[in-house]
């Protein structure tokens, strides 16, 4: 079978994508084709009378109709790059948000600062997902170790993918168990740091629905109010956490002064909130103290 050149494919897929809607649909399909492809976007639109191969077109037109079928795009390319990591990732997982990758350039800024000799640090990820956060500082920072939870076998099984494929030579270790359960009681860590469900039953009827139809609910809702995930890191952490350790929690920005309120009352009590890049209130941070 004769394929069709890479331009037409990038055209074809831009005018299927704008048929359902898809805002910007060209630079859509150009992004999908650059992450299947591995080949950057400049690079295809000067490669466009180069005809792909027919298992790479097959994959392509997969993308591209489950893209205009509504579902995100990670999910249809099945990967995502967060900080300096290409992440493997679908349905079982939640996709990584930007603001996620502040709340690692905030725990790695924390240890590159208090780390001795770039080694020796130990840090927690709960709720890990995908294993962004997990595998991001293994990658990046002063780790010696790095603990990833999660409650979910099946996200867990995506993140050992994605440890497989980026092998990090930090040792990285998967458990299950809800929030801080996955953990020994004599175990303790420089840094705790956790993205965890934080939207409520009643607004994750009202997000927008690629949200709701394709990433787990499990990942996303945190109770009533939004908060029980929260709530529960942070009546827990301190048995976990050495003192001077960090404490680092992504938040609704919504309930900011709700989880700040909540920190003090478990006990936190130098806690403060950080902004992401959008101005927002977005980082529960909190050093324990020494003599705590």
Known sequence: MTTPTIGRALDDAAAALREVGVDDSRREAAQL???????????AWL???????????????????????GEPAAYASGRVEFRRVD???????????????GLVERVLSWALEVGTGGNGLEA???????????????????FSRVVATDSSRAALAVAGENLRRLAPDVPVELRVGDLLGALAGGERFD????????????????????????????????????????????????????????LAIELDCRRHAAALVLAREAGWSDARVECDLFGRARYLMVNRSRMS
Request: with cysteine; aromatic share 6%; net charge neutral.
């Open 47 to 69: 490669e466009r009378e180069a005809r792909p191969p027919p298992e790479l077109w097959d994959r392509f037109g997969a993308a591209v109709r489950r893209r205009a079928a």
């Open 191 to 246: 840094v705790i740091v956790s993205n965890p469900p934080y939207v409520s039953a009643g607004e994750f009827e009202r997000l927008d629905h690629s949200v709701r139809a394709f990433e787990p609910r499990g990942a996303l809702v945190s109770g009533e109010g939004g908060l029980a995930h929260t709530r529960g890191i942070l009546q827990n952490a301190r048995r976990f956490l050495v003192p001077g350790g960090l």
């Open 87 to 101: 992440l493997v990732v679908d349905r079982r997982v939640l996709i990584p948000r930007p603001e996620t990758e």
């Open 33 to 43: 084709w650059s992450v299947l492809s591995g080949v950057t976007i400049g690079a």
């Open 124 to 142: 927690v990820d709960v709720g890990t997902g995908s294993g962004c956060i997990a595998l991001s500082l293994a990658v990046e920072g002063p």
